[in-house]
């Protein structure tokens, strides 16, 4: 029943490893998102597809890849971790439609890089 | 300057009472505004969005000022369940969501 899953929820690990998170929506939507949620609770947009295509590509080091297989799944990858990278990732996804900005949100994923 | 500014708080309320946040915002241009809640360690979850006339949902009421780019969020009869972190959030295209910082309620009986 869950609308935007994402897995894991928990993940800690050493810096300098590559981790991958994934992001699911059923919600037949064509845009899905990844944000970060530092420790001072600030939320702020890291990537957006559209359709599989990227459009939106804040200035995030290029150790992070996200990857749109299909309109129903953003995967975010992330390589040699460092200790800034400790945060919480949201998924969050939207049908782009004029007057609707509705992002529903997945339970995010907690790393901690040690 | 953050794009959007909110007082982080905590506001400390009773049950019962009326508390209002405020938001303001820099870019001149953006589209759309919206309040979220997110409770602790749970994803932001969309509380309403906010237009010029003014709306309301319940006890709760938005209010956005276009000259001034201010946002406000009024919650009347506070409950223990409102305690929370909202979030004014506007957006400035491609449905690009930036968020402030947050305010947090903390409602006591």
């Known amino acids: 029943d869950t609308a935007v899953s994402q897995t894991p929820k928990y993940l800690v690990t050493q810096m300098g490893n590559d981790k991958s998170i994934k992001c699911e929506q059923n919600?037949?939507?064509?845009?899905m998102y990844w944000y970060k949620q530092d420790s001072k609770k600030f939320l702020k947009i890291m990537f957006s597809?559209?359709?599989?295509?990227?459009?939106i590509n804040e200035t995030v080091p290029n150790r992070f890849s996200p990857k749109s297989p299909d309109k129903a799944h953003l995967n975010l990858h992330i390589n040699s971790l460092e200790l800034g990278d400790s945060a919480v990732y949201f998924c969050?996804?939207?049908?782009?439609?004029?007057?609707?900005?509705?992002?529903?949100f997945g339970p995010g994923t907690r790393l901690t890089v040690l | 300057r953050k794009e959007v500014e909110q007082d982080p708080g905590p506001f400390n309320v009773p049950e019962g009472a009326t508390v209002a946040f405020n938001c303001t915002y820099s870019n001149s241009a953006s589209q759309s505004f919206f309040w979220y809640r997110q409770d602790c360690r749970k994803e932001p979850k969309l509380l309403m969005s906010v237009y010029s006339s003014g709306n309301e949902d319940g006890r709760f009421t938005a209010q956005l000022n276009r000259a001034s780019q201010y946002i406000s969020l009024l919650i009347r009869d506070s409950k223990l369940s409102d305690s929370a972190t909202y979030l004014c959030v506007v957006t400035t295209g491609f449905q690009k969501l930036v968020f402030g910082t947050g305010t947090r309620l903390l409602v006591s009986p």
């Open positions: 969050a996804s939207s049908q782009m439609v004029a007057g609707s900005n509705e992002q529903f």
């Open positions: 597809y559209n359709n599989k295509e990227l459009i």
């Open positions: 919600l037949g939507h064509d845009t």
